[in-house]
């Protein structure tokens, strides 16, 4: 019986119209704006407004999901005999996962008749979107809940995260990079070009000078990785900087004559940490 629900996080940067889509239930991370007390849920505010305000100075700061908001969202399933298969934002950049599996423990002894499966990702933004969208299809083709976990766990190895930001204050801040080579790179027009690791921690990889550049760097991981470059799927996620999204689209369609399966937002909780202008491509790779 496939008498399951997946659950994910707004980390995975999918949108809402696709989270119905696929028949998947998102808990949403929450974050503050500095000098408001208010906590805003990551779907409360357009991604427009908060970069605009990210622009102006504004500083933004997050908070992982805590076990007792997981509880009470997971018993809400089992009490009525569903199970869960929980696929989580990377432990190497939150807490939020180790917060689903206590949380999941403790349910476990009240409802031992049930299931809730918690898979830590190792994955964040469009990346982890990418792996809830495959592990969805395998729902779709009859995966058991134990076979859809495997199929993610087994998965994981292969989902690329490339990436590059345009702004390195928001790189400086998070302490990825020093004062100095901030301001260096700022007046240089040095562009980071990053990825995501095995063990779900954020690599910096190498710098380019220029946007351009950063954009063909970009391509060129695609290039070099992707098991099916004319195949997709490719996932591309981006702080308010449509255009040049699709500036890298038009390089990867004429190198390989793949479209691109999805162009998603970063929503605040990742952007905050990456700063507008960042671009991020996703897709499944001979490695990471």
């Known amino acids: 019986m496939n008498n399951y629900i997946i659950y994910t996080d707004s980390a995975s940067d999918i949108p809402q119209a696709l989270l119905e889509k696929w028949g998947v239930k998102c808990i949403n991370l929450t974050f503050v704006l500095e000098g408001q007390e208010k906590i805003y849920n990551e779907n409360e505010m357009p991604t427009k407004t908060f970069y605009d305000l990210m622009r102006s100075g504004t500083v933004a700061k997050t908070s992982a999901i805590n076990s007792e908001t997981f509880k009470e969202v997971f018993e809400i399933e ?13 432990s190497g950049l939150s807490t939020t996962c180790g917060c689903a599996k206590i949380a999941a423990d403790e349910l476990m002894e009240k409802y031992p008749e049930r299931k809730i499966v918690v898979v830590d990702t190792l994955s964040a933004s469009s990346g982890f979107g990418l792996l809830v969208y495959l592990t969805v299809e395998q ?16 998965k994981l190895p292969s989902i690329c995260h490339w990436f590059t930001v345009d702004d ?10 020093s004062p100095t080579v901030a301001f260096v790179g700022g007046l240089l027009g040095i562009k980071p070009v ?3 690791d095995n063990e779900g921690h954020l690599v910096n990889f190498t710098k380019v000078r220029g946007r351009k550049a950063a ?21 591309i996620s981006h702080a308010d900087c449509l255009d040049e999204v699709k500036e890298l689209a ?14 998603m937002d970063i929503g605040a909780v990742i952007g905050a940490h990456a700063g507008p202008g960042t671009i991020a491509l996703f897709f499944i790779g001979k490695e990471r």
């Open 139 to 154: 729902k779709k083709k009859g995966a058991s809940l134990e076979q859809a976990a495997q199929y993610a766990i087994d």
């Open 194 to 196: 990053l990825h995501v």
């Open 250 to 263: 038009k390089i990867l369609k004429s190198r390989h004559k793949v479209t691109v399966s999805e162009i």
């Open 168 to 177: 390195l204050t928001y790189l400086k801040r998070g302490g990825r990079i």
């Open 78 to 90: 089992l009490s009525k005999g569903i199970d869960i298969l929980y696929l989580g934002f990377s």
């Open 215 to 235: 954009l063909k760097a970009l391509a060129d991981k695609y290039t070099e990785l992707a098991v099916k470059p004319s195949e997709g799927p490719v996932f």
